[in-house]
């Protein structure tokens, strides 16, 4: 299996960091088997378990990102997970429920993704993809 996080690299440094951990929580959520058991250091102190796979950031420009998502998005195998300008607009939970209500897929803004799924699928869509530097 294996997991990968693709952002739109055109944001500033603190919006990329933001929408990648918002895809990490949000990824973490959907794929119950990523995260692995809680550990004890030598002095007995305990550490929460950490993802057990590689978490690559990828970047993809906005009209790439589209694409993977729409593949995506229609491969069953894959888990899918999106943040979006709308989300990244709003204040509370509540108002990015209503805004979300409200706006058309093509308007959400789309600025990262978290995709989780075979091997060899996950790298058809993404493979040709490299690292966020």
Do not use: W
């Amino acid at each position: 299996m294996k997991a990968v996080i693709v952002l739109d690299p055109d944001q500033s440094l603190g919006l990329l960091v933001n929408t990648a951990s918002v895809l990490a929580v949000t990824l973490g959520d959907l794929v119950e088997s990523l995260r692995g058991a809680d550990t004890c250091d030598a002095d007995g102190i305990l550490h929460p378990g950490v993802i057990r796979i590689p978490l690559p950031i990828l970047a993809a420009d906005s009209q790439t990102l589209q694409s993977i998502y729409e593949r995506a998005r229609s491969d069953e195998a894959i888990t899918v997970a999106d943040f979006t300008r709308t989300a990244q607009s709003c204040k509370t939970y509540e108002e990015y429920e209503r805004k979300c209500a409200e706006t058309p897929t093509e308007a959400m803004g789309l600025l990262g993704l978290a995709l989780y799924g075979d091997r060899k699928r996950i790298n058809k869509l993404v493979g040709s993809l490299k690292m966020l530097r």
